[in-house]
T-cell receptor, first 113, second 115 residues
Framework: GQQLNQSPQSMFIQEGEDVSMNCTSS?????WLWYKQDPGEGPVLLIA?????ELTSNGRLTAQFGITRKDSFLNISASIPSDVGIYFC?????????????FGTGTRLQVTL | DTGVSQDPRHKITKRGQNVTFRCDPI?????LYWYRQTLGQGPEFLTY????????KSRLLSDRFSAERPKGSFSTLEIQRTEQGDSAMYLC?????????????FGPGTRLLVL
């Protein structure tokens, strides 16, 4: 099935550094969501975006809904060890009443002390 | 905890056997989704319900797969005659659909291994 292009695929950073990752699509979306998944667990919602250009924060996390509706960005400031995990973007299409989410391929984040 | 729950968390079965998974959504959520996630990939949509009606099924959902939500509350996903390729994490999500601002919350998943 279709998956969104997410980059980078993986990151190794030091504690305290800022992190940026992005997600792009060939289709237009009306919703962008960012989830974090720990090994063996389900995805946990971090941030939801509903309007083009919207910038939303959740603690040290900030995400933006791209103005073209085809991309989204997630930034994590001052990373800490518990930020380790896989981050997924997910989008919901603009057309019709379709509610299913299309997920990105994931960004694996590892934080070193 | 009133989040989405799934049972069992892990299932090991032999090829050819039938398996059934259960999902209990967040109370009062009217939509329930099933996704499948294989190693190193993001979740992929399988099917979803609004109340008891199954509104969409993915082409990934072969004839061996069937899902139900009989009373609009919990849901079951059954896989008949399992194959090794069915090994994956099966995720359930629920949402309260009232407007365009619909957010899906996921359960912990059921990890299936077919030997």
């Amino acid at each position: 099935g279709q998956q969104l292009n997410q980059s980078p695929q993986s990151m190794f950073i030091q504690e305290g550094e800022d992190v940026s990752m992005n997600c792009t699509s060939s289709s237009i979306f009306n919703t962008w969501l960012w989830y974090k998944q720990d090994p063996g667990e389900g995805p946990v919602l971090l941030i939801a975006l509903y309007k083009a250009g919207e910038l939303t924060s959740n603690g040290r996390l900030t995400a933006q809904f791209g103005i073209t509706r085809k991309d989204s960005f997630l930034n994590i400031s001052a990373s800490i060890p518990s930020d380790v995990g896989i981050y997924f973007c997910a989008g919901r299409p603009l057309v019709g009443t379709a509610s299913k989410l299309t997920f990105g391929t994931g960004t694996r984040l590892q934080v070193t002390l | 905890d009133t989040g989405v729950s799934q049972d069992p968390r892990h299932k090991i079965t032999k090829r050819g056997q039938n398996v059934t998974f259960r999902c209990d959504p967040i109370s009062e959520h009217n939509r329930l989704y099933w996704y499948r996630q294989t190693l190193g990939q993001g979740p992929e949509f399988l099917t979803y319900f609004q109340n008891e009606a199954q509104l969409e099924k993915s082409r990934l959902l072969s004839d061996r797969f069937s899902a139900e939500r009989p009373k609009g509350s919990f849901s079951t996903l059954e896989i008949q005659r399992t194959e090794q390729g069915d090994s994956a994490m099966y995720l359930c999500a629920s949402s309260l659909y009232r407007s365009i601002e619909e957010t899906q919350y996921f359960g912990p998943g059921t990890r299936l291994l077919v030997l």
